[in-house]
Antibody, heavy 114, light 106 residues
Framework: EVQLLESGGGLVQPGGSLRLSCAVSGFTFSSYAMSWVRQAPGEGLECVATINDRGDNTYYADSVKGRFTVSRDNSKNTMYLQMNSLRAEDTAVYSC???????WGQGTLVTVSS | IQMTQSPSSLSASIGDRVTITCRASQGIRNDLIWYQQKPGKAPKRLIYAASSLPGGVPSRFSGSGSGTEFTLTISSLQPEDFTTYYCLQHNSYPLTFGGGTKVEIK
């Protein structure tokens, strides 16, 4: 059974940092690109970051470029999202996904507020 | 690549035929997925490669298109279909979603 489990969300002040993790099981993690997708309250879906299978190519939405960094550890079947210089508009549920295959986690809530 | 999805919402009745459209700002071949999302739940893949149905998805859902114009059709709306739908292009990075279509009961 495929499982994606996010962790690391929480409340952070504007300008602060947070690191999300996504632990994967049920498929050969090291063979596939993975993504982080967010959904602000009442809003649509936005893919904020994607990393290729080897971790040597990363892609970002303009809204987070220069502030967020995606990485992965294939030995631990885990993907990460380092979020710096957080803003109120980054408040959202963040989910990890193997998007094209349709595998998603349930998400972790990040709230940026003073 | 920008994905323009229309309409943003629609009202329909059970049994109606419904069509949702996504337009890509440049050609994406058939690298398009349609997702269904229910409140509080992870999106569910309905269509991949623009027109292919994954196993377990009811045959009332169908997709068509290639290049820049794509459609999702629900041939006969069922009660469980009243929710939100998104298209996604995976032809080039960053991956981009359409703005979503909320299907409501008339």
């Amino acid at each position: 059974e495929v499982q994606l489990l996010e962790s690391g969300g929480g409340l952070v002040q504007p300008g602060g940092s947070l690191r999300l993790s996504c632990a994967v099981s049920g498929f050969t993690f090291s063979s596939y690109a993975m993504s982080w997708v967010r959904q602000a309250p009442g809003e649509g879906l936005e893919c904020v970051a994607t990393i290729n299978d080897r971790g040597d190519n990363t892609y970002y939405a303009d809204s987070v470029k220069g502030r967020f960094t995606v990485s992965r550890d294939n030995s631990k079947n885990t993907m990460y999202l380092q979020m710096n210089s957080l803003r109120a508009e980054d408040t959202a549920v963040y989910s990890c996904a193997r998007i094209v295959a349709g595998y998603w986690g349930q998400g972790t809530l990040v709230t940026v507020s003073s | 690549i920008q994905m323009t999805q229309s309409p943003s919402s629609l009202s329909a009745s059970i049994g109606d035929r419904v069509t949702i459209t996504c337009r890509a700002s440049q050609g994406i071949r058939n690298d398009l997925i349609w997702y269904q999302q229910k409140p509080g739940k992870a999106p569910k893949r309905l269509i991949y490669a623009a027109s292919s149905l994954p196993g377990g998805v009811p045959s009332r859902f169908s997709g068509s298109g290639s290049g820049t114009e794509f459609t999702l059709t629900i041939s006969s709306l069922q009660p469980e279909d009243f929710t939100t739908y998104y298209c996604l292009q995976h032809n080039s990075y960053p991956l981009t979603f359409g703005g979503g279509t909320k299907v409501e009961i008339k």
